[in-house]
């Protein structure tokens, strides 16, 4: 079993800045693919990016683009999600999960994840 615990959420006016965290524990030895998606209120869950267990290869959705940075600190079993410029459609709960799967496809899609944090708030005002 693998526990996710996110923190860091927040809020802030548009054209601000937060960094969320995603500390993970229990079986960790192996590491793994983790992904951060995030829910607005009355709209599905969405992708928005990922990040190998190596952190060598990063995956983003295009509206978070030049943003939006995905990192991690395998020493510390903690991703983190550096967010900038924000926008009040960047409003919602942001999960952090990880993925057990060898290979993971796409990295974009839940179904390929198998462990989910409990989420964390972030609000956007104009």
């Known amino acids: 079993q693998v526990q996710l615990v996110e923190s860091g959420g927040g809020l802030v006016q548009a054209g601000g800045s937060l960094r969320l965290s995603c500390a993970a524990s229990?079986?960790?030895?192996?590491?793994?693919?983790m992904g951060w998606f995030r829910q607005a209120p009355g709209k599905e869950r969405e992708f928005v990016a990922a990040i190998t267990w190596s952190g060598g290869v990063t995956y983003y959705t295009d509206s978070v683009k030049g943003r939006f940075t995905i990192s991690r600190d395998n020493a510390k079993n903690t991703v983190y999600l550096h967010m900038n410029t924000l926008k009040p459609e960047d409003t919602a709960v942001y999960y952090c999960a990880a993925s057990t799967r060898n290979p993971v496809l796409t990295h974009r899609r839940d179904y390929e994840y198998d462990y989910w944090g409990q989420g964390t708030q972030v609000t956007v005002s104009s």
């Open positions: 229990g079986r960790t030895s192996s590491g793994f693919p």
